[in-house]
């Protein structure tokens, strides 16, 4: 009786059946993010180090986030960092048990792309004036 039981109960669904939707990319990108940050503070620590080391590590330091690599792992923490607030502000908002309904799920996560990668854009056209252009 046990073994008809138990091949009549259905398998734990697996990632190949489900059909990617924006709100799982948004929980996976989220989680990704918070990952590199730790990254990305590790960059931030070892500039600090250099700071205080003297003028030969921090230009040492510096040559390498004036390189290509190194601008491009910059722009990555920062929309990393931006994206993982935007996305911890939407979970504030959901906390407080606003928004919660599907589309509004759906327009959230939309605006936590555009927002993230609009913010991103503009923080460093900001730095890039600050510092006289390009």
């Not at 669904?13 to 989220?30: E, F, G, K, N, W």
């Not at 996305?87 to 509004?104: E, P």
Request: aromatic letters at 10%; a neutral charge.
């Amino acid at each position: 009786m046990t073994d008809k039981l138990e091949a009549e109960r259905p398998l734990s669904p697996h990632l190949q059946i489900y059909r990617p939707m924006l709100t799982m990319l948004m929980s996976i990108a989220h989680r990704i993010t918070g990952a590199s940050l730790a990254v990305g503070f590790a960059l931030l620590t070892w500039w600090l180090v250099a700071v205080s080391m003297g003028p030969e590590a921090y230009a040492s330091v510096q040559s390498f986030f004036g390189s290509l690599i190194g601008r491009a792992l910059l722009f990555a923490f920062t929309w990393a960092l931006i994206h993982h607030m935007l996305g911890g502000i939407r979970h504030l908002i959901w906390d407080t048990g606003t928004g919660l309904d599907k589309v509004t799920i759906e327009r959230f996560a939309l605006g936590t792309i555009v927002g993230s990668v609009v913010l991103t854009i503009l923080v460093w056209l900001a730095a890039y004036n600050v510092m006289g252009g390009l």
